[in-house]
């Protein structure tokens, strides 16, 4: 059995151990790294190479939603699930619009927890319910304009497809690669509700994106 490598990153030693004996419990898993910041995490991911980071949001100096979007940004196939004590829908989109492909919340249980990461290494992606609420709440009231939760690198990205730019072009000027490119397009679709191109064009043409 090929075993799933996970780094963990929270700023409470306490925390990241219990999460290390839990998950090491399961032959599946492999706790390959920790760290309690940004920085460290995303040293501990460019050296590892690991398939999941379980990270806090909250934490010293750069927080978690800047790590994600950089380690998801230099290092695509890398799985980000949030595990922090935030539940405000704002705060959840951002998380969300980086990269992270899972939220969960620190009152989930250990057992859920471990089923997250399961549904993430198979491709999916994994809310905890009362993040799914939010999520739901948003939808259906629109309280937060989705000018409001594009990463800035999304939003650069968009600017330069609407200047016509290819993939290519795009990845060169902002010196990433091009598989980059379309995971920050991929995500950006999902956040602006569109197929295409044209459409998330067609939105910013509109003045629905600033």
Do not use: W
């Amino acid at each position: 059995m090929v075993k799933q490598r996970i780094v963990l990153v929270d700023d409470h030693e306490v925390v990241r151990l219990g999460l290390k004996s839990l998950l090491e419990r399961n032959p599946q898993f492999e706790v390959v790294g920790e760290a309690s910041s940004a920085r460290e995490a995303l040293e501990q991911v460019t050296i590892l190479q690991p398939d999941v980071v379980v990270m806090d949001i909250r934490l010293p100096g750069t927080s978690g939603i800047e790590a994600c979007e950089q380690i998801v940004e230099k290092h695509p196939n890398v799985k980000v699930i949030m595990l922090t004590s935030y539940e405000e829908e704002d705060v959840i989109l951002r998380a969300l619009c980086s990269g992270a492909c899972s939220y969960l919340s620190k009152k989930a249980s250990l057992e859920e927890i471990v089923d997250a990461i399961r549904i993430v290494v198979k491709g999916g992606s994994y809310m905890s319910p009362s993040i799914a609420r939010e999520i739901v709440t948003h939808l259906m009231g629109g309280r937060v304009s989705k000018a409001t939760i594009l990463t800035d690198r999304q939003k650069e990205i968009l600017e330069k497809l609407v200047e016509g730019k290819s993939y290519g072009a795009i990845a060169q000027s902002l010196f990433i690669s091009i598989e980059t490119v379309r995971t920050h397009v991929k995500s950006m679709y999902k956040v602006l509700h569109v197929n295409n191109k044209a459409e998330a064009i067609a939105k910013y043409l509109k003045g629905e994106i600033k």
